[in-house]
T-cell receptor, first 112, second 115 residues
Framework: KAGVTQTPRYLIKTRGQQVTLSCSPISGHRSVSWYQQTPGQGLQFLFEYFSETQRNKGNFPGRFSGRQFSNSRSEMNVSTLELGDSALYLC???????????FGPGTRLLVL | AQSVTQPDIHITVSEGASLELRCNYSYGATPYLFWYVQSPGQGLQLLLKYFSGDTLVQGIKGFEAEFKRSQSSFNLRKPSVHWSDAAEYFCAVGPPLTGNTPLVFGKGTRLSVIA
């Protein structure tokens, strides 16, 4: 069974731009969570989706948003990029809420 | 609030030596507990998990972890480390099925392996 896939793997943007990251969960998984990983802050929870509904949201500004589609694929969007948004963005999928999460390889975003 | 502490930021061990990575958590009830490993530039790979039952859990790559409720700990162990084990290790806690809070991760412990 294929694992979690994330596209693109690498991205370079400039301040003020916006970006959309995509995550395809493991087949049959209905829950998708997003995390931001930086050397200073570690792994921080962004949001969690299940059945196209956001179930939890982390402590991030409104510039960070996401959605989940009927096929469980998810996207996250960051508008008005700031230098501090440079990070590895990880997506994880699970069969359902509170089930074991399996992570994708991440999208590394660099904001210049 | 839930929290996870990994006291050791960086550990260096010799190949073939034993390893123990510490994890302490703060949680209102007995949480679900996980250890993940991350190689440079990669995502997180699940090593093992504890939901209930036997407090000593076996994982992949020869790792095991022991849940100690009285100490709020979930330490990861391996009897003999291989050079390929060099990576960053993350402990995480999540709510049981009745909870509605996301996973909380520790800051990670970077493991270096020397010959």
């Amino acid at each position: 069974k294929a694992g979690v896939t994330q596209t693109p793997r690498y991205l370079i943007k400039t301040r003020g731009q916006q970006v959309t990251l995509s995550c395809s969960p493991i087949s049959g998984h209905r829950s998708v969570s997003w995390y931001q990983q930086t050397p200073g802050q570690g792994l921080q929870f962004l949001f969690e989706y299940f059945s196209e509904t956001q179930r939890n949201k982390g402590n991030f500004p409104g510039r960070f948003s996401g959605r989940q589609f009927s096929n469980s694929r998810s996207e996250m969007n960051v508008s008005t990029l700031e230098l501090g948004d440079s990070a590895l963005y990880l997506c994880a999928s699970s069969l359902s809420l509170r089930e074991t999460q399996y992570f994708g390889p991440g999208t590394r975003l660099l904001v210049l | 609030a839930q929290s996870v502490t990994q006291p050791d930021i960086h550990i260096t061990v010799s190949e073939g030596a034993s390893l123990e990575l510490r994890c302490n958590y703060s949680y209102g009830a007995t949480p679900y507990l996980f250890w993940y490993v991350q190689s440079p530039g990669q995502g997180l790979q699940l090593l093992l998990k504890y939901f209930s039952g036997d407090t000593l859990v076996q994982g992949i790559k020869g790792f095991e972890a022991e849940f100690k409720r009285s100490q709020s700990s979930f330490n990861l162990r391996k009897p003999s480390v291989h050079w390929s084990d060099a990576a960053e290790y993350f402990c995480a806690v999540g709510p049981p099925l009745t909870g509605n809070t996301p996973l909380v991760f520790g800051k990670g412990t970077r493991l270096s392996v020397i010959a």
